[in-house]
DNA sequence: TAAATACTGAACTATATGGTTCAGTATAAT
DNA sequence: ATTATACTGAACCATATAGTTCAGTATTTA
C-alpha cells in the first residue's frame, strides 16, 4: 500500500489554515516583527501570538531569534516550494478529471455561467 | 472564471493538513470512488472515512451523490485555484525576503541556538 | 538600584479532529 | 422474505488548537 505519509506538508498546511497566521506571513513579508508588535497588530495576548508562531515555526514557515529580550521573527527560508508544488499537481489533476467529464461539465455550465445547482 | 463559490481558505487548507485526505484527493484524480472502497484502500472503518468525505465536502473539494444505497464521492468543480492563487502570491514574498535579507539568514544559520543557556 | 519591557511556561477552558464501536436504516440480491 | 451490503448517526476516547490568565525570568532603561 502506498504511502500518503509526509509530515511537512501536515504542518504547513495546518500552519496555514488559520486566518492569523496567514496574516503574520503577510505582515512578515512587509517585514520582520517582534511577538510584542505581532501580538499588537492582531490584538491578541502574547502567549496567545508566541503560540502561533511556534506552530509557523514547527512548519518551517518562520524562524524567530531572540536578541536581548526581543525575539525578532522572520519568513523561514523553507518558502512554500513544496506547497506549491502539492497543490499545482493536483489542480492539473483537479482539470484532468473534469476534461474526462467534458461533455457533462460543458453541458452544466451552458446552463449559466454559475453554479448549475438549482 | 476563479472562484464564485469558495469556502474560505480555513477550510481547504485544513482539509489538506491530512495525509489521509490528500491520499482519498490523488485517489478520486483516477476516478470516482464509493465510501466503502476509500475505507477499503485506506483501512478505516466506515465512519471513519465518512467524516474525512465530510471535511473534503464542506472545503468543496469534492462532491458526493447518493445513488441507491451507494454514495460516489468525485472531486469538486472547485479545483484548487484559490489556494494556488494564495499560495504562488505568498511564495513571491518568501523569496522576495530572502533578497532583501539574504545576509542576516545567513547569520541565522550559522547560529543555531537563539536560547540562552539560563 | 528600581521599574518598565519582552518574553516564557504552566494551567485552564472550550472546541475540533481523527479515530473507534455499536446500533440502526435503506437498498439490493437470493 | 431473508439476508447481505452500504451507509448513517450517536456516543465515546484521546489528542490538538486557539485562546486566556497568572506568575514568573531576563533585559533595558531611568
Redesign the pocket.
Known amino acids: 500500500m502506498v504511502q500518503y505519509n509526509c509530515p511537512p506538508l501536515d504542518l504547513s498546511f495546518?500552519a496555514l489554515?488559520?486566518a492569523?497566521r496567514r496574516g503574520i506571513i503577510d505582515q512578515l513579508g512587509q517585514g520582520d516583527a517582534?511577538?510584542?508588535s505581532l501580538a499588537d497588530t492582531f490584538q491578541?495576548?502574547?502567549?496567545?501570538m508566541?503560540?502561533?508562531i511556534q506552530?509557523l515555526e514547527r512548519a518551517g514557515l518562520v524562524v524567530t531569534q531572540?536578541?536581548?529580550?526581543?525575539?525578532t521573527c522572520k519568513l523561514g527560508k523553507r518558502g512554500l516550494g513544496a506547497e506549491a508544488e502539492w497543490i499545482e499537481a493536483h489542480r492539473k489533476l483537479f482539470q484532468t478529471r473534469f476534461e474526462a467529464l467534458d461533455e457533462i461539465i460543458s453541458e452544466l455550465e451552458k446552463e449559466g455561467n454559475d453554479e448549475p445547482a438549482s
Chains 1, 2 share one sequence.
Open positions: 495546518a489554515s488559520d492569523t517582534s511577538i510584542t491578541m495576548t502574547l502567549t496567545g508566541k503560540k502561533h506552530v531572540k536578541v536581548g529580550r526581543v525575539r
